[in-house]
């Protein structure tokens, strides 16, 4: 049996087909693994949120928070973007939360 040769009539048709191969599966890759999605390019969005009786942090990051968001995370973020602790809540006093909690 004998094995086919085969050869190539054009070096730069070649290359260039294997670079337009090469891009469109980085593209693929890219676009199904979601890595082209950029979230550090948003500028943070912050609710301002005035302190009654009887609320916490807790109760706040409660309210704020999406579903899949640990509470913990939430009360440590907003004591973090506010620099207080949980018991330094007072009525009247105006604390930010992020949007995206």
């Known amino acids: 049996m004998k094995r086919r040769k ?8 070649f290359t260039v087909s ?8 980085v593209c693929a890759f890219n676009g199904i693994t ?3 999605i950029s979230s550090a390019l948003e500028k ?3 609710i301002q949120v005035e302190i009654c009786h009887g609320d916490t942090l807790w109760a706040i990051a409660d309210t ?6 640990d509470i913990r995370r939430a009360v440590y973020e907003i004591c973090s973007l506010n620099s207080i602790d949980a018991d330094d809540l ?3 006093m105006v604390i ?3 949007e995206r909690l």
């Open 96 to 98: 930010s939360v992020p």
């Open 6 to 13: 085969y050869r190539l009539k054009s070096k730069l048709r």
């Open 90 to 92: 007072v009525p009247g």
């Open 44 to 46: 943070p969005q912050y």
């Open 64 to 69: 704020y928070k999406s579903e899949d968001t």
């Open 18 to 25: 294997l670079i337009v191969m090469a891009v469109m599966a």
């Open 34 to 36: 979601g890595l082209n």
